[in-house]
């Protein structure tokens, strides 16, 4: 059996692996929905959404892989081959070689299949501390899925980083309720309080 690995871009940049059975976990999570991303070689991507929330435990969320389809377009299987090098590589905490095969990917892709690939780059680029170069990333997914979720509290959450506060609200705006973390109301509280501005620093704190 080939292991999985498991991707909560929001919990960690970094994925868990499932054990032989296909079981994982995740602990310490914020109440709120998460996107989750199930990959392994030779398979496609399986993604689904868990609601955490400690009132209501939901029930164990399960997700199917389906082998990767024959393609006869080299193209499409040099990328699938680039995304498989690249999630090796992102498991091993090379960040910066992850980003060169998920961007080596992204050049023979076309299309909505583009959208993943760009957000991984981001969560890579995270790691290697440029977050300046996230957000122009993920400018890109938002440009063509504005009101994509996942992107959103990445973006949110880099700006806040970045201490481009008004910046953040904006995108943060465009946020659900139920996907909004609330260590970014924090975080960007003491933001405001470290800027002197002690009533925009209340307000979120409250």
């Not at 498991?6 to 995740?26: I, N, Q, T």
């Not at 997700?63 to 690249?86: F, K, V, Y």
């Not at 506060?165 to 970014?184: F, G, I, K, S, V």
Request: aromatic letters at 4%; proline letters at 6%.
């Amino acid at each position: 059996r080939t292991a999985s690995r498991v991707s909560m871009l929001f919990a960690s940049p970094e994925p868990v692996e499932a054990d032989k059975h296909g079981k994982w976990s995740v602990l310490g999570l914020a109440a709120a929905s998460w996107t989750v991303t199930i990959e392994a070689p030779g398979f496609e991507p399986g993604r689904s959404v868990a609601r955490v929330d400690e009132q209501n435990p939901q029930p164990a969320l399960k997700i199917t892989l389906h082998a990767a389809s024959e393609d006869s377009d080299p193209r499409a299987a040099e990328a699938r081959a680039a995304l498989d090098r690249a999630a090796l590589l992102f498991q091993e905490k090379k960040a910066t070689e992850a980003r060169r095969e998920y961007e080596s990917a992204l050049a023979l892709l076309e299309g909505p299949g583009r959208l993943p690939v760009l957000k991984r780059i981001a969560v890579c680029q995270m790691l290697e501390a440029n977050d300046a170069g996230a957000v122009e990333t993920l400018k890109l997914v938002l440009a063509e899925t504005p009101d994509d979720a996942e992107a959103l509290r990445l973006i949110v959450d880099r700006l806040i980083v970045l201490r481009r506060d008004a910046e953040a609200q904006e995108y943060m705006a465009r946020l659900p309720a139920e996907n909004l973390d609330p260590n970014t109301l924090l975080n960007l509280g003491i933001n405001a309080y470290n800027a002197n501005l002690l009533d925009e620093a209340m307000a979120k704190f409250n």
